[in-house]
């Protein structure tokens, strides 16, 4: 099985749903933990941070009443979500996540070399989806306590890159600007097109360079133990080849280098099970859910994608005489 000309089918699919689903009364919520973007008009999903920002922006006395029960009901959904998909949701269904390996794969296409982050570099900037997401929290508290102005209302969702970029999918090029009304708007929003820069040209140089520093990744990042699609680790049947480390996107070195941690979905993985399909080592690597392993290591299949093709079996010296 190609697994990632699957991922690639499931993402197409995806994209569409979420994008255009409003257009024929597809309706999945708008607690969806990934960029459906609130937006894009007729969508047929929306992200939970966006609703998750205004509902924070409220005088603190409100938490204790129906506003506090509005706001667990919106976490709730987005864990149960969260539970039963976990990273999933960026690996498999997010549209700004698709746009990204296209790109990517355009890259390839081109023949233009990857390049990648020291190690040290890398641990001293994976921290910043996580004071992303403080940030996230702490500005819409500030200003419904009246802190901050309301002009940094859903800061995130107006420095996000996908707020500009998935309305052009429907035509609606309204979002693709920078809002002069106030300084806030102007930073948030300009912040926005410098983002959509940086995807495009950060792909051409590094894979999901912006999924590095995502808050929504940060968030599901707190399901990760109890999410039901997990990915686990035979540390003994590792020969620390690099395969998984080369094929991962998001340049997880955890996945090659740890033995011991049974459950490998770290704070960056976004369950594409590149890792598990480049791996030579029998069980070595293998996915599950609910506790079932739906995909392992396979030496035979890996060897198969190797060659391009199926191998096929030698005949047998009866075989070639009869061939004769």
Wanted: aromatic share 12%.
């Amino acid at each position: 099985m190609d697994v990632q000309r699957l991922r690639l089918i499931v993402q197409s699919i995806a994209f569409i749903l979420l994008i255009y689903g409003g257009l024929f009364a597809i309706d999945l919520g708008n607690r969806l933990p990934t960029f459906a973007c609130a937006y894009v008009p007729d969508n047929g999903g929306g992200c939970f941070l966006v609703g998750f920002q205004h509902m924070l922006s409220r005088p603190l006395p409100q938490f204790m009443g129906e506003q506090g029960i509005r706001l667990l009901k919106a976490i709730g959904i987005f864990a149960l979500w969260a539970v039963v998909i976990n990273k999933a949701w960026c690996g498999w269904i997010c549209p700004f996540g698709l746009l990204q390996d296209l790109l990517t794969k355009l890259r390839t296409w081109l023949s233009i070399d990857l390049s990648r982050f020291s190690w040290i570099a890398h641990k001293r900037y994976k921290s910043v989806k996580y004071i992303l997401l403080a940030l996230l929290i702490l500005i819409p508290l500030g200003i419904g306590n009246g802190l901050i102005s309301r002009d940094w209302t859903a800061p995130f969702c107006q420095m996000c890159p996908a707020r500009p970029i998935l309305p052009l999918f429907q035509g609606d090029v309204s979002e693709f600007m920078i809002d002069f009304t106030s300084i806030p708007t102007m930073l948030l929003t300009g912040a926005a097109i410098i983002l959509v820069g940086l995807m495009f040209t950060t792909a051409f140089v590094k894979r999901r360079f912006l999924c590095s520093y995502c808050p929504m990744l940060a968030f599901l990042s707190l399901f990760d133990k109890v999410g039901l699609f997990s990915l686990k680790k035979y540390g003994d049947l590792c020969t620390r080849c690099g395969n998984c480390f080369r094929a991962c996107p998001m340049e997880i070195r955890e996945i090659e280098e740890e033995k011991s941690i049974k459950n490998l979905v770290t704070q960056d993985c976004i369950l594409c099970l590149r890792c598990v399909e480049a791996c030579p080592e029998n069980q070595a690597l293998e996915a599950r859910f609910a506790g079932f392993a739906f995909m392992k290591a396979d030496a035979k299949a890996f060897l198969n994608r190797q060659h391009g093709s199926p191998a096929k079996p030698k005949p047998t010296p009866a075989q070639k005489k009869k061939n004769k």
